[in-house]
């Protein structure tokens, strides 16, 4: 039983973060070989996992559905083809395993029966010898190893996780995820906040063109984009029209905030979402065959009947269809005025976008403090839900300082907190004195010099937050700003 498996699929196997088995792989708690982690170090440093029971598993999974209003582990079945192919690997691995244990027992036969053939002609020393060895071998294969009921149920468990999902590697930016239910390629790394290329996302325009780098993927939707012979040869694919079978590594681009064009689609109203006098959410549903291409963090324009405004988006990119935008009620936004007196669901909005480059640095695997300054929370939920998607920071704690609209999602940011064991939630209450609030929260950081810092506000705000941090230490480049009022 040696074979590897990558450190998501444990974190899944053994219901943990990648985050707290990375904390284990530095105490040396878990050893990896290559980044992979052996079927036998995973039964032996994690003796006390229940394998047959995932109720924790799916526990934990249930509040972070409701925390990230996103899937997070799918049930539903692969496509059939898929679905196919996968029981027939795994009907392989059985036949193959059985030829072992065939070759085995004839081996045993063999040497059984040599033993019989040296102990008659042997000396009284040699054939006590030759008894003890049989004695032993017939013993240890009669008996089976006291830890074969625990890795007989991880390795059920771990097959059932493979036919219900495949691992993909995206190279060269190293993110990771999974395909599950009947999702494409492509709805999947969408679904986990990887942004690839793609325009039609229906095998149209060739896009999403991508090359296939190992593992087996089927087709699933037919397209009419047309490879070519020698992009074909290449392992060229189309990432809307493909599933993987196994675990597989993919050469793709992951688009930057300056790689996504501005788009123009016309989106309906699903609901208006009131939050308190100052401030309310529009929940828009893209169509079906024009999903708005964003990073986390970014902005749109929105227009309804003459009336317009540019605001944050609030939602993760990962949310299929949906976008959230949080919309503060003040003087003279037209738009606002429309949202809160006259929207309602199935009206249509113009949406134009994105904009913005205050997004994540997906490259950066430090600890994040993200900084929300009243409705600037909109653009920092946007990137903390991001960030949750990709699983990307080793520690992320939100500070929310909020102003007279207060924390009108407070109980989503105690719902994180909850969900994650590197989540942290700090709500401040609004302050006259916002230099003496902002040094309180640095002092907290002695080691300001290890971490990024997402802060979102208005550019006053924005100028003071980023003297108090680079003033305790945080290495400028470090700082990402998003200003609310620009
Ligand atoms: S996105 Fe157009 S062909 Fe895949």
């Excluded at 047959?52 to 509040?63: S, T």
């Excluded at 300054?373 to 653009?379: D, L, N, Q, V």
């Excluded at 990709?390 to 994180?416: F, I, K, P, T």
Aim: aromatic share 8%; net charge negative.
């Amino acid at each position: 039983m040696s074979h590897l498996l990558p450190l998501s699929r444990v974190a899944r196997l053994v219901g943990q973060s990648r985050h707290a088995l990375q904390e284990m792989i530095r105490s040396g708690a878990l050893a990896t070989f290559d980044g992979m982690v052996e079927f036998d170090e995973l039964l032996r440093a994690f003796p006390d996992v229940k394998w047959d029971d995932d109720a924790e598993l799916r526990r934990v999974n249930e509040i972070k559905e409701k925390a990230f209003a996103k899937r997070v582990l799918e049930r539903a079945l692969p496509d059939k083809e898929v679905l196919a192919a996968r029981l027939t690997e795994l009907g392989n691995d059985y036949a193959a395993a059985k030829a072992l244990l065939a070759h085995y027992a004839s081996v045993m036969a063999w040497l059984d029966e040599k033993i019989d053939e040296i102990e008659e002609e042997g000396s009284a020393e040699t054939r006590h010898a030759l008894h003890t060895v049989r004695a032993f071998l017939l013993r240890n294969l009669a008996e089976a190893p006291a830890d074969a009921a625990q890795a007989q149920a991880a390795i059920a468990h771990e097959r059932i996780l493979r036919i219900m999902s495949a691992h993909v590697t995206i190279q060269p930016s190293g993110h990771e995820f999974f395909v599950e239910g009947n999702d494409t390629l492509l709805e999947a790394a969408l679904r986990n906040g990887v942004s690839l290329n793609y325009g039609c996302s229906n095998g149209n325009c060739g896009d999403c063109k991508a090359r296939l780098v190992s593992g087996e993927v089927k087709k699933v939707h037919a397209h009419d984009y047309v490879l070519k012979q020698a992009e074909k040869d290449r392992g060229v694919i189309l990432l809307c029209s493909y599933a993987p079978v196994n675990d597989v590594v993919v050469e793709a681009n992951v688009a930057g905030a300056r790689d996504i064009p501005v788009q123009e689609i016309t989106a309906k109203v699903k609901s208006v979402e009131v939050f308190n006098p100052h401030m309310a959410a529009l929940h828009i549903l893209a169509p079906r065959s024009q999903r708005l291409r964003f990073l986390g963090g970014q902005g749109v324009r929105l227009t309804v009947d003459g009336a317009s405004g540019r605001y944050a988006i609030a939602s993760c990119p990962c949310e299929d269809r949906h976008i959230e935008v949080q919309i503060p009620r003040r003087e003279a936004d037209v738009f606002a005025e429309a949202l809160f007196t006259r929207l309602k669901a199935n009206d249509s909005v113009a949406v134009e976008g994105p904009y913005g480059e205050f997004v994540l640095d997906e490259d950066s695997p430090r600890p994040v403090i993200f900084l929300a300054f009243g409705a600037g929370f909109a653009p920092i939920k946007s990137l903390v839900q991001h960030a949750m998607s990709l699983d990307l920071a080793e520690s992320m704690d939100l500070h929310w300082l909020a102003d007279v609209a207060g924390h009108y999602q407070d109980n989503l940011c105690r719902a994180w907190a909850d969900a994650l064991d590197n989540f942290a939630y700090v709500p401040h209450p609004p302050v006259d004195d916002l230099d003496a609030a902002l040094r309180a929260i640095v002092t907290d950081y002695p080691d300001l010099h290890r971490f990024d810092v997402y802060a979102a506000g208005t550019a006053a705000q924005l100028e003071r937050a980023e003297a108090a941090f680079t003033g305790a230490g945080l290495h400028r480049p470090r700082w990402f700003a998003g200003a609310i009022d620009a």
